[in-house]
């Protein structure tokens, strides 16, 4: 009788252990204090620590934190937001939200990452911002995006969802851009449950943005004495969110490793596999490998291949302006047309085994 073959999921939630969580979550449960408190500036300090960051502010949410973001760079409606369309669909469905307008520059089809060129070349006098996905965890061409945007007087975001723990010429990943955001949603590389965190490099801006986070009240003054004097959002991250933030921050850094250990196995071993490209890594750059991205001439035939030895994979996200909410704003993306027709993701975080790895290379070999 064959021995059944355990499937490889292409992205996995990541938990702390029972023992370590659960009585952390009772003590705050029954604390008489669960929403923003102690836990959340607890977490804010060791997560800005650990990732070598200033001036962040925990939130409800990645895009929460991508709309305080936007909205700290002075976009508002009618204006011009740069960005991409190969990404999950909150990055760009926020610039409508908010009744600005998405322009979706090319990306360049090795990386899935924004062309500097291409952003240049969609600049007008109503352009606000760039935001700029690190895609699959893959840091974009952060020099010259941030030389375009100091020369434009354009505010540059950093997206950095699928990038925790990233490295770019030495520094670490968000604090490149003006703004940076992060998400902690069930599968990124650490979760909250649901949860995100914004990272600004002006710390004149802190208490604008902690008032925009908690309705545009300013926090530590009591309600009959504060003045409202700009609309702000419920987007506070709450105390069960971070105690269980903090708690994977005890065991992130060995999870990462995983990632970055499997993602640079995979490098060496499709480099010359005829059919298969890994995606280009830039010289000095540390990718976080949330998913490893490889190029293939017929993406459908490896996705067939792996599927029948238990190997999840797939492009996951479908360039945003295929959708109708978006049509109208897109353009030829000639760039990007070639990198989805080639992209497949394949399994390479913390879950990936040694022999796991044998598994998805022998597949691909052969194949």
């Known amino acids: 009788m064959s021995k059944e073959i355990s499937t490889i999921p292409l992205v996995k939630v990541a938990m702390p252990p029972r023992e370590v969580l659960l009585?952390?979550?009772?003590?705050?449960?029954?604390?008489?204090?669960?929403?923003?408190?102690?836990?959340?500036?607890?977490?804010?300090?060791?997560?800005?620590e650990m990732f070598k960051l200033n001036n962040v502010l925990a939130t409800s949410s990645g895009t929460a934190a991508l709309h305080l973001a936007m909205l700290l760079s002075g976009v508002e409606a009618g204006h011009e937001v740069i960005t991409t369309s190969m990404t999950a669909?909150?990055?760009?469905?926020?610039?409508?939200?908010?009744?600005?307008?998405?322009?979706?520059?090319?990306?360049?089809?090795?990386?899935?990452?924004?062309?500097?060129?291409?952003?240049e070349a969609a600049i007008t006098n109503r352009t606000r911002a760039i935001c700029v996905v690190h895609y699959a965890g893959y840091p974009a061409r952060l020099n010259e995006l941030r030389e375009i945007a100091d020369r434009h007087d354009l505010a540059l975001i950093e997206d950095c969802a699928h990038a925790l723990g990233a490295e770019y010429n030495g520094q670490p990943i968000g604090s490149i851009g003006d703004y940076a955001i992060y998400s902690f949603q069930a599968i990124k590389h650490m979760t909250t449950v649901d949860g995100g965190?914004?990272?600004?490099?002006?710390?004149?801006?802190?208490?604008?943005?902690?008032?925009?986070?908690?309705?545009?009240?300013?926090?530590?003054?009591?309600?009959?004495?504060?003045?409202?004097?700009?609309?702000?959002?419920?987007?506070?991250?709450?105390?069960?969110?971070?105690?269980?933030?903090?708690?994977?921050?005890?065991?992130?850094?060995?999870?990462?490793?995983?990632?970055?250990?499997?993602?640079?196995?995979?490098?060496?071993?499709?480099?010359?596999?005829?059919?298969?490209?890994?995606?280009?890594?830039?010289?000095?750059?540390?990718?976080?490998?949330?998913?490893?991205?490889?190029?293939?001439?017929?993406?459908?035939?490896?996705?067939?291949?792996?599927?029948?030895?238990?190997?999840?994979?797939?492009?996951?996200?479908?360039?945003?302006?295929?959708?109708?909410?978006?049509?109208?704003?897109?353009?030829?993306?000639?760039?990007?047309?070639?990198?989805?027709k080639r992209l497949i993701h394949i399994p390479c975080g913390w879950w990936v085994s040694d022999e796991d790895r044998a598994r998805i290379v022998d597949t691909l070999k052969r194949g």
């Open 23 to 48: 009585p952390a979550l009772e003590a705050v449960l029954y604390s008489g204090m669960i929403s923003e408190g102690e836990y959340v500036y607890r977490f804010e300090d060791r997560f800005a």
């Open 89 to 119: 669909e909150p990055t760009n469905t926020t610039i409508l939200q908010m009744g600005a307008i998405p322009v979706f520059a090319d990306v360049d089809p090795l990386t899935g990452n924004l062309s500097p060129v291409a952003v």
């Open 197 to 340: 965190l914004l990272m600004m490099k002006d710390p004149s801006q802190m208490a604008e943005a902690r008032k925009l986070r908690w309705f545009g009240l300013a926090k530590g003054v009591p309600r009959t004495e504060v003045d409202i004097t700009r609309v702000g959002y419920k987007y506070n991250m709450h105390n069960v969110a971070a105690v269980i933030g903090l708690k994977q921050l005890d065991g992130i850094s060995p999870l990462l490793q995983r990632h970055y250990e499997n993602g640079r196995y995979f490098d060496g071993v499709f480099e010359g596999v005829s059919g298969l490209s890994p995606a280009p890594v830039q010289p000095g750059v540390k990718p976080a490998y949330w998913l490893y991205t490889l190029l293939a001439d017929d993406a459908d035939e490896v996705e067939r291949l792996l599927a029948a030895r238990g190997v999840m994979a797939s492009k996951l996200h479908r360039p945003n302006h295929l959708h109708s909410v978006f049509k109208s704003f897109a353009g030829p993306m000639p760039g990007l047309d070639e990198f989805y």
